[in-house]
């Protein structure tokens, strides 16, 4: 039996990508248990002296665009477990991907407002210290805000 998306997981297909690795776009996936946020494309500025130079790097799973792929993968699972080791293998591989346990942070929370559509964690019990997973379209961050609701760390 196929994944549900909104039941089981969430996907976002086009969001922006920040990572130390570079800034560009991606996909961002989530389950009760983790998020991913995985590269399509990212850009990396190179500076030798008084010259720039800009370095796209494209980024496939399994020869399509992770956008593309993790829909053809939750629907191959039969678990979400399965479907989040999957998703582990993928942030470990050369991916550049960002991997979010929700079981290590304290606290998280969605936004889906004019000014903000991202999913917002934090390491810290109180005070500042937030980081961000953005998110697209605000359908798509009313689906990730309706999935999250009942979560233990969200606030």
């Known amino acids: 039996m196929a994944l549900s998306e909104n039941s089981d997981y969430v996907f976002c297909p086009k969001v922006t990508f920040l990572s130390g690795a570079g800034m560009g776009t991606g996909c961002l996936v989530g389950t009760k248990n983790m998020l991913l946020s995985l590269p399509t494309n990212l850009l990396e500025a190179e500076v030798l002296s008084a010259s720039q130079t800009t370095i796209v790097t494209t980024y496939k799973v399994a020869g399509v665009s992770p956008s593309d792929a ?15 080791e999957i998703l582990v293998e993928l942030a470990s591989g050369d991916s550049d991907g960002v991997l979010v346990k929700l079981d290590e942070i ?30 697209g379209k605000k359908p798509l961050a009313l689906a990730f805000m309706a999935f999250y609701q009942d979560h233990p760390r969200h606030i």
Request: glycine residues 6%; positive net charge.
């Open 70 to 84: 993790i829909p053809i993968i939750a629907k191959e699972m039969d678990t979400v477990e399965q479907f989040e």
């Open 106 to 135: 304290k606290r998280l929370n969605v936004k889906a407002s004019w000014f903000s559509k991202a999913v917002y964690y934090s390491d810290r019990e109180k005070g500042p210290g937030w980081k961000a997973l953005g998110l």
